[in-house]
């Protein structure tokens, strides 16, 4: 029901920026949760950065100070502007939507972000 566009994955050099984003479609209701979990080879996937419709945000201690997650309400969009991009960054990230008017939670396909130093 609902669909997840991700966008702006790529290869970057250590100290660059890349700007992610996730449209939704479908049937959105109007309170959920939009974010980035991230996947590296071998690892779990983690969270990176949350954001609820009403501006809570949530980010995870290794990217504090460096990513930041925003939304556009009225686009149903969420980006992370990823700024001071280290290797270890280096994953698959996958834009999140939980709807929690049924509880189902959406994944995005993933985009490849490669950080080389």
């Known amino acids: 029901q609902v669909q997840l566009v991700e966008s702006g994955g790529g290869l970057v050099q250590a100290g660059g920026s890349l700007r992610l984003s996730c449209a939704a479609s479908g049937t959105i209701f109007r309170l959920n949760t939009m974010g980035w979990y991230r996947q590296a080879p071998g690892k779990q996937r983690e969270l990176v950065a949350s954001?609820?419709?009403?501006?809570?945000?949530t980010l995870a201690d290794s990217v504090k100070g460096r990513f930041t997650i925003s939304r556009d309400n009225a686009k149903n969009t969420v980006y992370l502007q990823m700024n001071s991009l280290k290797p270890e960054d280096t994953a698959v990230y996958y834009c999140?939507?939980?709807?929690?008017?049924?509880?189902?939670?959406?994944w995005g396909q993933g985009t490849q972000v490669t950080v080389s130093s």
């Open positions: 954001m609820t419709v009403g501006g809570i945000k």
């Open positions: 999140r939507f939980t709807d929690y008017g049924t509880g189902t939670v959406y």
